[in-house]
């Protein structure tokens, strides 16, 4: 599977870790299998890790993932989202998705290109 995730509840961060080639279709289902979870708390922090894949995403493919986010948003209180990324092609393709997302998703959200710039933007406080 192109999407490997993990939730550490005692920190309140669920790390998603891509490798390979991603689709929308692998972010749909890596999607669905986290809301099903139990242990799935929409106010964790959320980290994508996309530096070790390849990721191919149409503008109507983020609309798509926008789409199922709004619809799943069944609790208020989401907590803060990191997409963390290697290329300068994929910083441009999740700011992208960012500036789409922004106000259909009730979720802050950062790009970064350093993974510890990441981590610490998602323990600092919430309207950072």
Known sequence: MPIEFSIDTKRGLRTHTCSGAVRAEDILKALNALYSR?????????????????????????????????????????????????????F????????????RVNQTLMVFRNYEDAINWLEGPLNE
């Open 38 to 90: 139990e242990d799935y708390c929409r106010s964790h922090q959320s980290l994508w890790d996309f530096r070790n894949c390849t990721v191919s995403l149409s503008s109507d493919d983020m609309r798509k993932i926008i789409d199922f986010e709004q619809k799943n948003q069944k609790e208020p209180g989401a907590g803060k989202a990191a997409i963390v990324v290697s290329s300068i092609i994929d």
């Open 92 to 103: 441009g393709l999740a700011r992208m998705y960012l500036m789409i997302s922004e106000y």
